[in-house]
């Protein structure tokens, strides 16, 4: 005979997480009020000390309104080019440079070292980088006499903030130094030298040709004096003569002039356009604030060290004493 069990389910033990009491932690939070707040006492006097002992830095800011979209010659210097026989759409300004290129500009390793060599008071910008010590690059035996040193490349893009807004295209330029008149003459220069550099771009090959078309307008000029006066010459010294070939010499004198002069006057046109291509390629900015030595300084911000120092030594023993609490708990759990 076979007897038959049904299978019996034994219930599975429950897994107990100990939770800690939030009221038993702020009970021993308030009994340890006089050890919390020594310990945020301790920690804001070691704030403000680090407040104190880090150098201070000033920051200032300069905003320029960017060059403006042209369409098209103005109706005077378009007039001028048809009477020069110049066609004005030849002399077009390009498009401006693109805003997003400005940021790539400043950062780029030519221009700051330009901009590095600037001078304030017979020192060099290099005294006043903050981050950036003298003697530390004196001691690379390895760097070329002359050469900019990587690290004072690297603090001076951390000085260096610039930014353009799309929408309205004023571009700001920020510049950070340990002194406030350095400061504001850096970040003048630094607008100054955009601007050239910006101009310089976009001029360049039109500079290039009004260059060009000069040499050449010079060497015509100077070969149609010089054909002037050798057919004066010979008409003088033949002005009574009836030969034959002195006429047919005189004729050759005078289309050999009239064929300088025509070669001459082209160019005399050519150059003109050239020089309103130069004034048309040239972007216009302006300066809507100006650099302004600071009253304060930008950093370090004191009363925030402080703060920060006050509420880490208070939260950091609270945190303590909640996880001696929950420690506590688990270790009560069977």
Avoid at 18 to 43: G, K, Q, V, Y
Wanted: glycine fraction near 4%; aromatic fraction near 8%.
């Amino acid at each position: 005979m076979r007897f038959t069990y049904d299978k019996m389910t034994i219930p599975e033990r429950e897994t107990f997480r100990p939770e800690p009491d939030l009221a038993e932690w702020l009970r021993l939070c308030w009994r340890a009020r006089r050890s919390i707040a020594l310990c945020a006492l301790c920690t804001g006097l070691l704030a403000a000390g680090v407040a104190l002992v880090l150098p201070k830095a000033y920051t200032v800011t300069v905003k320029m309104a960017g060059e403006s979209r042209r369409t098209g010659m103005s109706p005077d210097l378009s007039g001028q080019s048809l009477l020069m026989g110049v066609d004005p759409i030849a002399l077009r300004p390009e498009e401006p440079v693109p805003t997003d290129l400005y940021p790539e500009i400043v950062v780029s390793t030519p221009f700051l070292a330009e901009f590095s060599h600037l001078q304030v008071d017979g020192k060099p910008l290099s005294a006043y980088v903050q981050g950036f010590r003298q003697k530390s690059v004196r001691k690379e035996a390895s760097a070329p006499t002359g050469a900019i040193p990587p690290r004072l490349l690297e603090c001076l893009r951390k000085s260096l903030t610039i930014y353009t807004d799309k929408k309205s295209g004023l571009t700001t330029l920020s510049v950070t130094l340990t002194d406030p008149l350095v400061a504001a003459v850096a970040a003048d220069s630094l607008a100054t030298r955009l601007e050239r550099y910006l101009i310089d771009w976009r001029t360049r090959k039109a500079r290039e040709d009004f260059s060009f078309v000069q040499e050449r307008f010079a060497e015509a000029q100077a070969d149609y004096f010089a054909a002037q006066e050798a057919y004066a010459r010979f008409s003088d010294a033949n002005q009574h003569t009836a030969r034959q070939s002195a006429a047919i010499e005189r004729d050759r004198l005078y289309q050999a002039q009239q064929l300088v002069y025509t070669l001459y006057a082209q160019l005399a046109g050519q150059l003109e356009a050239a020089r309103i291509a130069v004034q048309e390629q040239t972007p216009a900015f302006s300066i809507i604030e100006p650099a302004i030595v600071p009253a304060r300084h930008s950093s370090p911000r004191r009363s925030l060290i402080v703060l920060i120092g006050l509420l880490s030594g208070i939260v950091i023993p609270m945190i303590v004493l909640f996880g001696r609490l929950f420690l506590r708990e688990k270790g009560g759990v069977v």
